[in-house]
């Protein structure tokens, strides 16, 4: 079965850049697209970004659009994401989620999903 691990949160200031990872094991990674997540806290889930099983399709909030990039290695099983010009509004726990080749925006159509990994702006 699919496995997902998050790593790389933190603890950064406003303006710092953080690389998110997700490294995927149980079945063949190239079949799955990848989508992270974020929810902090007392408020619901939302999309961050996504990217497809080949990785010519991504999507991205507009709250991110221009500061995040999505991006997958699919010699190590693994999907990043590159996060710049932090700020408070990104305080969150982030997961990332797999499903069967296209990407989504809803939480709902991904099947497995990691344990996920918090980023904390400092004040």
């Known amino acids: 079965q699919v496995q997902l691990m998050e790593s790389g949160g933190g603890l950064v200031r406003a303006g710092d850049s953080l690389r998110l990872s997700c490294a995927f094991s149980?079945?063949?990674?190239?079949?799955?697209?990848v989508g992270w997540f974020r929810q902090a806290s007392g408020l619901a889930r939302e999309f961050v970004a996504a990217?497809?099983?080949?990785?010519?399709?991504?999507y991205y909030a507009d709250s991110v659009k221009g500061r995040f990039t999505i991006s997958r290695d699919d010699a190590v099983n693994t999907v990043y994401l590159q996060m710049s010009s932090l700020n408070s509004e990104d305080t969150a726990v982030y997961y990332c989620?797999?499903?069967?080749?296209?990407?989504?925006?809803?939480?709902?159509?991904?099947?497995?999903w990691g344990q996920g990994t918090q980023v904390t702006l400092s004040s």
């Open positions: 989620a797999a499903r069967l080749l296209r990407a989504s925006i809803r939480g709902d159509e991904y099947t497995n």
């Open positions: 149980g079945r063949t990674f190239s079949n799955y697209a």
């Open positions: 990217i497809d099983w080949s990785g010519g399709t991504t």
